[in-house]
């Protein structure tokens, strides 16, 4: 009796303490979250808790006490390496008792239970105060029941968690095979991508060098235009000296003739020359500025598009056993793009359009300095030419007119000489005269002195008288001629003075126009060749 009462008291104080056990777990568990559980980790026991949880697996040995894994925090979930194994799953679960800890039966007398009254043999009389006792054992069927219940619970539990760990498995497959193509996808796309800017930076590279080369041709049309410019200098001075020179001819060979005019037709033509070459060097000077900018965007867009050319690389050939991969909070929810593929591509193809637009620009820049340079040394070759034929036919007319004026001068001396011959027998016809004067002036004196009758006014009177009459009017004649030789004489005296005068003014011309000038105009100052820029 006492035996029994005390294992009923036993039995008794057991079942109260495995009703407070599970009470205190069911708090335990409506006190905590399962993800709270994750991030402590499973429960220890006492003294006696093994630091290694029983292992599912054969391969106990791979796991490890602490987590060092070096995994960020938001996925971190317990103290132990993946897989994660819920700590719930080594924790002892809840029981919900489908009756009362306090009565064993709800209906003892009912024919479930197989209990028609109480046997004394089997159930030892108890106290009245430990009587309930007797009401909280257990049936066999109850143990049967419950044994039952316990396998239906852990074949559905079993079922559901292989269910659980089948559909993990596949979903660990699917989400591995989507992960892995959703990153092949990527890799491809990135390779794409690549390929793209390395095809747009080609292009650039190709149009950077184009316009390098269409920089430096037109750099060296410029420095052959400005090298004109300077060689122009020279023919002007020419031109210019030549009418300094010009400006010393004398008297009447000071004429406004036809190389005075050709010449400032040069000089004209010269500075009109200068003044288009200058409006073409600054014009080449703006292009050239202009194909300098489209070469800056060009070099922009190129380093800008290494860049990204190396940064995508870098993606592509990140791998998930790289190095420096690691977390970056928020960086999905950031876009600082600025373009599209549509207005990536447009920014390129402008800068290509533009760079070929000036490059165009800058060829025609090119033609118009080598015609300016082939129009300019033309006109320049040909004035000059028309200048020296001026010059030429000028000479030839000063020379002849030089000529005709020694010829004159040559006759004008002999006509002199000759004057002076006349005019020296004419002194002489009227000296000769003064002595046939004489004797007939003695002759009428010495018979005015006859006497008387004698002095008759005879034949012999008469002819003395005409005689003295006849030498008096041949010697007027001769002092007439007299006078007119030596008029003649002067004039041609003046004569010879004017054409000397003006044959030392031909030979001035002569040497002004055929030595300064044409000495000056033997060779054109400057290249007449076409340049090919």
Not at 90 to 108: F, G, K
Not at 433 to 446: F, G, I, S, W, Y
């Amino acid at each position: 009796m006492d035996c029994n009462l005390l294992t009923a008291k036993l039995s008794l104080g057991d079942g109260k303490k495995l009703y407070k056990r599970k009470e205190h777990a069911k708090m335990e568990y409506l006190g905590h979250t399962q993800t709270a559980t994750y991030m402590t980790g499973p429960r220890l026991g006492g003294s006696n808790a093994q630091t290694f949880l029983p292992s599912i697996s054969t391969m106990q040995s791979s796991y490890k006490a602490h987590d060092t894994y070096p995994a960020p925090s938001p996925l971190r979930r317990s103290l132990t390496t993946l897989p994660w194994r819920p700590s719930t799953y080594y924790q002892t679960a809840r029981v919900n008792t489908s009756s009362a800890l306090t009565r064993s039966m709800p209906e003892p007398m009912s024919a479930k239970n197989q209990l028609s009254e109480l046997d004394n043999v089997k159930v030892p009389p108890v106290f009245a105060a430990a009587r309930n006792a007797l009401y909280t054992r257990y049936t066999p069927n109850d143990w049967y029941s419950s044994n039952h219940s316990n396998y239906m619970a852990s074949d559905r539990v079993r079922s559901s968690a292989e269910r659980l760990r089948l559909d993990t498995v596949r979903l660990c497959r699917e989400t591995d095979d989507k992960t892995k193509r959703t990153q092949s996808d990527v890799g491809k796309r990135l390779g794409e991508r690549i390929g793209d800017i390395q095809f747009w930076k080609t292009e650039l590279h190709h149009e950077t060098d184009n316009m390098i080369t269409e920089i430096n041709a037109l750099q060296e049309a410029k420095r052959v235009l400005e090298k004109a410019l300077q060689e122009t200098e020279n023919p002007l001075h020419i031109s210019q000296e030549c009418l300094y020179h010009r400006e010393k001819r004398q008297a009447i060979d000071l004429v406004h003739d036809v190389p005075e005019k050709e010449l400032i037709k040069e000089v004209d033509l010269i500075k009109r020359c200068q003044e288009k070459m200058r409006n073409t060097i600054e014009r080449a000077n703006v292009q050239l500025g202009l194909d300098r900018a489209a070469q800056h965007e060009l070099e922009i867009d190129s380093a800008d598009k290494f860049v990204a050319n190396s940064l995508d690389e870098n993606c592509h050939g990140m791998r998930n056993s790289s190095r420096g991969i690691a977390y970056h909070n928020g960086v999905q929810r950031v876009d600082n793009t600025v373009s599209v593929p549509e207005t990536w591509a447009k920014f390129s193809n402008d800068n290509i359009q533009r760079s070929q637009s000036e490059r165009a620009a800058s060829k025609q820049m090119r033609n118009e300095i080598e015609s300016a340079l082939n129009s300019c040394a033309n006109d320049m070759w040909q004035e000059w030419n028309s200048v020296n034929v001026a010059l030429t036919q000028r000479i030839g007319e000063s020379t002849d007119a030089r000529n005709r004026l020694q010829t004159h001068l040559s006759k004008v001396l002999q006509e002199i000489f000759d004057m002076e011959k006349n005019i020296e027998l004419l002194k002489k016809a009227i000296q000769d005269k003064e002595a046939p004067m004489q004797v007939a002036h003695t002759r009428l004196d010495t018979r005015i002195r006859r006497p008387n009758v004698e002095l008759c006014r005879d034949p012999v009177q008469h002819r003395l008288v005409e005689e003295v009459g006849e030498i008096g009017v041949t010697v007027d004649h001769l002092q007439n001629k007299l006078r007119m030789a030596e008029n003649a004489l002067q004039q041609l005296l003046r004569t010879k003075a004017s054409l000397e005068q003006d044959l030392s003014i031909k030979n001035n011309s002569l040497f002004i126009d055929r030595e300064k000038c044409l000495g000056m105009r033997k060779t054109f100052p400057m290249s007449p060749r076409v340049v090919s820029v």
